[in-house]
């Protein structure tokens, strides 16, 4: 029963179309990875050892996080959604090898990118107006936003590299 409704709801798609819906999502989905061990390893730190609200609104700033939040990653978004969209509904109408990695790939991509715009980016937001906030609490936000964001990025390139193992079956 379960099976022919997942055919009935997600179309199955030939795999020369399934390549090339993978492709596209795998080359944005490999920038972003790319642009989020940069941030980690080298915008993050910049900001992340701040001790009050002051420090990191002037070192978030600085360090051209908030900038990138507005050109950078507002232009890769807009890509990055409808191509997850269509791999996530295309992954689940798949049959074959291809299957699992496909939908690990494109659902963690998904979750990952409401995990962004519920939590990660406002929180941003948050901590560079955070002048109300006890010192003690902003030093708290920024180490739970910087544990978060390894969790993410590491969910991410998992994501990635599952996606790659879909290709490549």
Known sequence: MRKSLVRTVFRRFSPTTE???????LVVSGVVVGAGWFEMRVVIPQWAKASNAKEVAE???????????????ALLGPAALPLTAANLYAALGSEGPRRGPWLL??????????ATATYFAPELHKLSDAHHLEDSEVRERI???????QVRLGALTAAWWAGLRALSR
């Open 143 to 149: 180490r739970r936003r910087v544990r978060l964001d």
């Open 59 to 73: 070192a978030l700033e600085r360090s051209g996080h908030m900038a990138s939040g507005k050109q950078f990653w």
């Open 19 to 25: 390549n090339r819906l993978l492709r596209p999502f």
């Open 105 to 114: 790939s494109a659902g963690t991509a998904a979750a990952m990118s409401v």
